[in-house]
């Protein structure tokens, strides 16, 4: 079972494709909108309720200050590691809010060693800081973007340009557009943090 997090970003009914019997449907706020529109009941609703528009009688709901040190999305972030989930699936983190965009990337790195990803509906996003298996398909855009610094002693295998102890340096686009050649690539690292990010377009 894992846990998946809807925000008020940009979603769609792809959704329902990452979506399995018995997962845990964390809604944060008006992700509750989201979630009501494409058929996914949550399990518990997150926030401070200043967004969400359905109404919420009879559901599951821990609401906090509008006045707060934290965001929606990092309270519902908190609360599936507190409650053990070690498989985590996030959808509406990204959208027309850059400054939420950027945050909800950067919540990525509370999740290191958690099979964390964010998923828009061109997008598969995870950081990484050691060893890494995408699944996807021949062609697919697959982009490394140091996350904190530079990042070394980068391997990979099954993509078109390959690394090998290669060094990808903070605010440089290296790392941008590489393309699977097959089902799988592996990517890993020695030092440093990366974003990893698939791309359907």
Do not use: W
């Amino acid at each position: 079972m894992k846990a998946v997090i809807i925000c008020g970003g940009d979603t769609g009914s792809y959704m329902t494709d990452y979506i399995d019997d018995g997962d845990f449907i964390i809604c944060a706020d008006s992700g509750y909108d989201s979630a009501k529109k494409y058929g996914i009941a949550p399990d518990i609703i997150i926030g401070d309720m200043d967004s969400v528009k359905s109404r919420l009688d009879g559901e599951n709901i821990r609401v906090y200050p509008t006045r707060k040190d934290f965001t929606d999305s990092e309270l519902a972030v908190g609360y599936a590691k507190e409650h053990g989930f070690k498989t985590i699936v996030m959808f509406g983190m990204t959208g027309s809010r850059m400054d939420h965009t950027l945050a909800n990337l950067s919540l990525l790195k509370q999740l290191i060693g958690f099979n964390a990803r964010i998923i828009n509906r061109n997008n598969e996003i995870c950081l990484a800081d050691a060893e890494i298996t995408l699944n996807g398909k021949k062609g697919d855009i697959v982009s490394l973007i140091p996350f904190d610094g530079d990042v070394c002693g980068i391997d990979t295998s099954g993509l078109d340009y390959p690394l090998k102890n290669g060094t990808i340096k903070s605010g440089t686009s290296l790392g941008v557009s590489n393309v699977m050649t097959g089902e799988e690539c592996k990517i890993s690292i020695k030092k440093g943090t990366t974003f990893v990010i698939r791309s359907k377009d």
